[in-house]
């Protein structure tokens, strides 16, 4: 046996990792359900390294040096099950299984015990950066145990992203908390997305401006403070003119947004734990309201709305006032979705005692993954300083970009809302915000109502204890 790792799933992802480690200089064996894809990867590119491929699920095990390490990159649930049940038997005791997909942490958790009662390492890997990534260096994220990772570290550590020779791995922390992280990631992917997307609409909007125009603005963005991948691919799609229609690329694709699960397993992850992660569970619901056609048709044939691709007239007096607010906002509004998204990873590190360093995953993802951005080595020199910070928000940097912005964000949700462009997640992380740094809250009123309808109790201000008010009988408060 030669191979040092092997690869089961060649569909485009399995397919790019393969060759990244291949080009990187590991042989790799190779194997899929269908034996066409891994034959056509060889013929397409076995000048680029050493592969060995297999038909069947023996042979490839069979061609893996021990101990073994074994990545699975198949469409995440039942399939990835199906293949633990067939590789397993063929392992032996410290064999690494690596799934590489995006699987749900819990589902991580459950594999991950079900192979070390086998004496089999299972090692949940959180994968970013699509398929240009796998094929160049992504963002890595594994979890599963320190042993396993002395061995896979060298190897993900060399086809990763490099930023300033840093490599974009690190052992995320045992059991699931890789595929957590590469979860929360996600998260954040939806809500940085649904921001541009809000802020692209509120330029149409306000401006009239063509989709190419905005392309423009986001182009300039991009050389600032937001410099990060979304927003330079945000350039590129608003800049792209349809081939048949000859119409803006942007006005012919249905306006509903799909997904896979992870936004939705961040948010109820987050209920979970009390986190209150409202913009990424916003961005996920704005995905689902999309979604729902005949309520949208019931809804339009009720109250005529705006059409996306219509101008307001008289909506924005001062337009370049207006692009430099909808900037202020949107950045304000990302990093209120970075800093939830932390949080995020702090509360679910100590749910499971996984002791996840949150500045070393902001150092991940400054290169390969799809949030990558200029402002996550900020973050990075933020819990390199203070790892137990409260709150990214209150780090100065951050906390002067976020003042700095109050006044355009107020701006530009006045606007929104006179113009009856939706804005859920620049709204609710300006919402988020202000109710943070408020130094009452009307929760004191949820409490009243709480004890007056259900004898809940209280806790007053002024006094230590637990109090519930007579409120059927002569409204004396009494010790609870
Ligand atoms: C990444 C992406 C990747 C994938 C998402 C898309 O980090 O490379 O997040 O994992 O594109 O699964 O998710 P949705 O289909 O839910 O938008």
Known sequence: AR??????????????LARNLARNGFSVALHNRTVARTNSLVADHGDEGDFIPSESMADFVASLKRPRAVIIMVKAGKATDAVIDALVPLLEKDDIVIDAGNAHFVDTARRERDLAAKGLHFVGTGVSGGEEGALLGPSIMPGGSAESYRKLGPIFEKIAAQVDGTPCCVHVGPGAAGHFVKMVHNGIEYADMQLIAEAYDLLRAGLGASPAEIAEIFREWNSGDLDSF?????????????????????????????????????????????????GIAEA????????????????????????????????????????????NALYASKIVAYA???????????????????????????GGCIIRAKFLDRIREVYAENPYLESLLVAPY?????????????????????????????????????????????????QGLRDNFGAHTYQRVDRDGSFHTMWAEDKREVDA
């Open 3 to 16: 191979a040092e790792i092997g690869v089961t799933g060649l569909s485009v992802m399995g397919r790019n």
């Open 230 to 278: 979304l927003i330079q691919i945000t350039a590129e799609v608003l800049a792209h003119t349809d081939g048949k229609s000859g119409q803006p690329f942007i006005d012919v694709v249905q306006d509903r947004a799909e997904q896979k699960g992870t936004g939705r397993w961040t948010v109820q992850s987050a209920l979970d734990l009390g986190v209150p992660i409202t």
């Open 284 to 327: 996920t619901f704005a995905r689902s309201l999309s979604g729902h056609v005949a309520q949208r048709a019931a809804a339009q044939s009720t109250f005529a709305g705006r059409a996306a691709d219509t101008p307001i007239a008289g909506l924005v007096e001062d337009r370049k006032q207006f692009i430099e607010d909808v900037r």
């Open 340 to 366: 939830q998204g932390f949080d995020h990873i702090r509360a679910g590190s100590k749910d499971n005692d996984w002791g996840i360093d949150p500045g070393a995953m902001a150092t991940i993802w400054r």
């Open 398 to 446: 951050f906390a002067e970009a976020v003042a700095n912005g109050f006044d355009s964000w107020r701006r530009v949700l006045v606007t929104a809302i006179r113009g009856g462009v939706p804005t859920p997640v620049f709204s609710s992380s300006l919402a988020y915000v202000d109710a943070l740094r408020s130094p009452r809250l009307p929760a004191a009123l949820i």
